[in-house]
T-cell receptor, first 113, second 114 residues
Framework: AQKITQTQPGMFVQEKEAVTLDCTYDTSDPSYGLFWYKQPSSGEMIFLIYQGSYDQQNATEGRYSLNFQKARKSANLVISASQLGDSAMYFCAMREGRWDMRFGAGTRLTVKP | DVKVTQSSRYLVKRTGEKVFLECVQDMDHENMFWYRQDPGLGLRLIYFSYDVKMKEKGDIPEGYSVSREKKERFSLILESASTNQTSMYLC?????????????FGPGTRLTVT
């Protein structure tokens, strides 16, 4: 069964607007971590943001925030004030245990000028 | 800054060849990982290692082996390359003591098997 689901293969957003990338996950482990990575066309995976399952507050890193809804098992990424350089593939991932990391299929975000 | 480097960005090999992909990290991380990335499938774990000479199979180990003789280096070996192993290969490392166990990735190797 899929552990991480990203239902949006592609998304478009106008420059300077906010965009939400969806991610749902499936686990019975009470302790887990959720991550978002960005992969530009150069290929390197860039870590954006992390949310621990016991964290009470939603994680934020600059223009990135993670909308963590534990009961719904969702961990959506919100990018505020989109920039042209935000155009990339975005991957949601979940870590169970110390090294078991599972990735979603990714969402390709295109920022329009 | 964490640095994870991979020996080649692009590689073209023939069917049946033995292929070595090298990964080196400079942050003294205990954990190292090999993934392959295919469109629509995300990243899938091939093997990982949590210590020197230790290795564990991931989700898709068939046709691959690994070697970790030194802490900073983790090699992926395709014993006899096949066309269905054409893919992007990503290496990553993480620190066991970090609360998030965040993984740091290398730039990737795009392997084509003809």
């Amino acid at each position: 069964a899929q552990k991480i689901t990203q239902t949006q293969p592609g998304m478009f957003v106008q420059e300077k607007e906010a965009v939400t990338l969806d991610c749902t996950y499936d686990t019975s482990d009470p302790s887990y971590g959720l991550f978002w990575y960005k992969q530009p066309s150069s290929g390197e995976m860039i870590f954006l943001i992390y949310q621990g399952s016991y964290d009470q507050q939603n994680a934020t890193e600059g223009r990135y925030s993670l909308n963590f809804q534990k009961a719904r098992k969702s961990a959506n990424l919100v990018i505020s004030a989109s920039q042209l350089g935000d155009s990339a593939m975005y991957f949601c991932a979940m870590r169970e245990g110390r090294w078991d990391m599972r990735f979603g299929a990714g969402t390709r975000l295109t920022v329009k000028p | 800054d964490v640095k994870v480097t991979q020996s080649s960005r692009y590689l073209v090999k023939r069917t049946g060849e033995k292929v070595f992909l090298e990964c080196v990290q400079d942050m003294d991380h205990e954990n190292m990982f090999w993934y392959r990335q295919d469109p629509g499938l995300g990243l899938r774990l091939i093997y990982f290692s949590y210590d020197v000479k230790m290795k564990e199979k991931g989700d898709i180990p068939e046709g691959y082996s690994v070697s970790r003789e030194k802490k900073e280096r983790f090699s992926l070996i395709l014993e006899s390359a096949s066309t269905n192993q054409t893919s992007m290969y990503l290496c990553a490392s993480s620190h066991q003591g970090a609360p998030s166990y965040e993984q740091y990735f290398g730039p990737g190797t795009r392997l084509t098997v003809t």
